[in-house]
C-alpha cells in the first residue's frame, strides 16, 4: 500500500470564471492539479461541471481568469491531453481498432507505429479478440472501453473524465472504476475526473473538489486520505463511508436546510 506523491502541479487554474450570455455557469475557481494526482470533482446538476472540463481541454474558452497545462496558457485543445466522454463518442463506421488508432493517426503517428502500438491499448483495456467489431456489435462497457483506449493510446500527461461510466448500467461501471484504477496505478498520470455519484469521486479521487451555488464555486476540496493501490476492499473501510458520509453532507447540506424551512 502506499500514498503516491502529488508531484509538480501540470494544471494550475487562477480566478478561472465562465458565462453563456448573462448566465454566469462558474466564477473565481483556482485550483492546482498533481502530476501524479487524480482530482474528482463533483456537485448538483448544472453546476458547470462538464463546462469546466471543456475549458480545461481549450474547447471553449473562459471568461475570466486562466488556465495553464504544464507551464503554458490553454487557448485551444493542445498535445498530450486526451478526453473521454460519457457517451463513449466512437465512430460507428469505424472498428474497435481504427477508433482506438484515431488519436494516433490524428497526431501523424506512421502506419508501422499504430499496428505496434495499438494492440497494446486494446489489451490493456480488456478487449483482445475484439479488434475487428464494430461499435454497434459489443456492449456499452465495451464501448467504453474503447473510447479509454483511444485516450491512452495518445499516452496522454493529462486524462479528463466526462462522467465516464455515468452511461452504462451499474455492475458495468463498478467492474470500469476497477478497471480504471488498475490502468492509472500502471500509468499514473493527471486525471480529472468528473462525477455526480459521490462514491465514485471518493474511490478515484486523491481529493474532491465540491462545486456549489449559481454561479458555481469551488465550496469545499476535500483530501482523500486512504492509500492506494485501491480495490473492492476500499470500499468497506470505515474512514471510506466516512469521507463519503462527509462529502454527501456537504452536498446536501442546502436541501436539508430547505427541507427544515419547509418543516416549520
Request: charged content about 25%; some cysteine; proline content about 5%.
Amino acid at each position: 500500500m502506499h500514498t503516491m506523491s502529488r508531484g509538480q502541479a501540470r494544471i494550475v487554474m487562477s480566478g478561472a470564471g465562465k458565462r453563456f450570455g448573462t448566465l454566469e455557469v462558474f466564477r473565481d475557481i483556482s485550483l492546482e492539479v498533481g502530476e501524479r494526482e487524480v482530482l474528482a470533482v463533483i456537485g448538483p446538476s448544472g453546476c458547470g461541471k462538464t463546462t469546466l472540463l471543456r475549458c480545461l481541454d481549450g474547447l471553449i474558452p473562459l471568461d475570466e481568469g486562466e488556465i495553464a497545462v504544464e507551464g503554458e496558457r490553454v487557448e485551444g485543445p493542445r498535445q498530450g491531453v486526451a478526453v473521454v466522454f460519457q457517451h463513449f463518442g466512437l465512430f460507428p463506421w469505424k472498428t474497435v481498432f481504427d477508433n482506438v488508432a484515431y488519436g494516433l493517426k490524428l497526431a501523424g503517428a506512421s502506419r508501422a507505429e499504430i499496428q505496434e502500438q495499438i494492440p497494446e491499448f486494446i489489451r490493456l483495456v480488456g478487449l483482445a479478440g475484439f479488434e475487428h467489431y464494430y461499435p454497434y456489435q459489443i456492449s456499452g462497457g465495451m464501448q467504453q472501453r474503447c473510447g479509454l483506449a483511444r485516450a491512452l493510446a495518445v499516452k496522454p500527461r493529462v486524462l479528463l473524465m466526462d462522467e465516464p461510466f455515468g452511461a452504462v448500467d451499474a455492475q458495468t461501471r463498478e467492474i470500469l472504476q476497477f478497471e480504471m484504477l488498475r490502468i492509472w496505478e500502471m500509468r499514473p498520470t493527471t486525471m480529472v475526473f468528473v462525477t455526480h455519484a459521490i462514491d465514485e469521486a471518493v474511490l478515484m479521487g486523491d481529493r474532491v473538489l465540491v462545486l456549489k451555488g449559481r454561479p458555481s464555486s469551488v465550496h469545499e476540496i476535500v483530501e482523500v486520505d486512504m492509500p492506494r493501490p485501491r480495490d473492492r476492499g476500499t470500499l468497506l473501510q470505515p474512514r471510506f463511508a466516512e469521507l463519503r458520509e462527509h462529502v454527501w453532507g456537504t452536498l446536501m447540506a442546502d436541501a436539508r436546510r430547505a427541507e427544515r424551512e419547509l418543516a416549520r
